[in-house]
């Protein structure tokens, strides 16, 4: 049955998936019909389902979030899927304006991985015998995998404000690839980059929350935080 049968709008379908994959511990193969017949869409990345040796949730730099990776049989190469862009091709909602939005919200929020955000992760966090642990600021539980949440503005209000205030056109704004997929400002945008680093750092406020809990408020946003 296919995954359009059974969610009738991309909404529940998003919902639908994320349930799925929750699921799945870190590192373990995940083997579901409907995991492989979303990937089939991504509209970037021709992949070849048949030819995969295994789907993971992987943590992926450099916000350390789990992530779905795959792995080609008879290649050492591990690639990550965006599986939001392949429900939005699925559904017919891909549309390159909005995905070029999405890319930059993504390399501005790269621009201020360190800064007052890293600041924040290394005063909060828990060295528990060599494991560094967070608690959770809405359900309490002390876990590995802690998330920095943008809270009480949250990052896209702060994103949006910056570009309005200074004029910005998104469609202007180039990127430069780092290691292990990360996208920056190119280096044309420098007096961007750093009027942007001084605008979010004096704004921002954070909080700890866990996997799940950061999923659960993802709607009290615009975009995840």
Known sequence: MSIKLICKNMTRANK??????????????????????????????????????WLKMIQR??????????????DNTI???????????????????????????????NEIFFGSREDYHKSNILNMNGKYMGICENCNVLTENIQVDHYPIPFSNIFNDFI?????????????????NIWILHDKHINISLQWKEYHD???????????CNASFGNYKNLKN
């Not at 799925?20 to 509209?43: V, W």
């Not at 200074?166 to 780092?178: L, R, T």
């Not at 004096?202 to 799940?212: E, G, P, T, V």
């Open 61 to 74: 730099p450099p916000y350390n979030t789990l992530a779905l990776h795959y792995k080609y049989k008879n």
């Open 16 to 53: 639908y998936v994320s349930e799925l994959l929750n699921k799945y511990n870190e590192n373990e193969e995940i083997n579901n019909d409907y995991i492989n017949e979303i990937i089939r869409y991504h509209p970037t990345k021709n992949i070849d389902v048949d030819n995969i040796e």
């Open 79 to 109: 690639d990550d899927i965006s599986w939001k862009y392949c429900i939005r091709n699925l559904y017919g909602k891909w549309k390159f304006d909005k995905v070029k939005r999405y890319w930059v919200i993504e390399i501005f929020r």
């Open 164 to 180: 309005n205030d200074n004029n910005i056109d998104i469609n202007s704004i180039e990127g430069k690839e780092q290691e292990n």
């Open 202 to 212: 004096n704004i921002a406020k954070y909080r700890f929350l866990c996997r799940s």
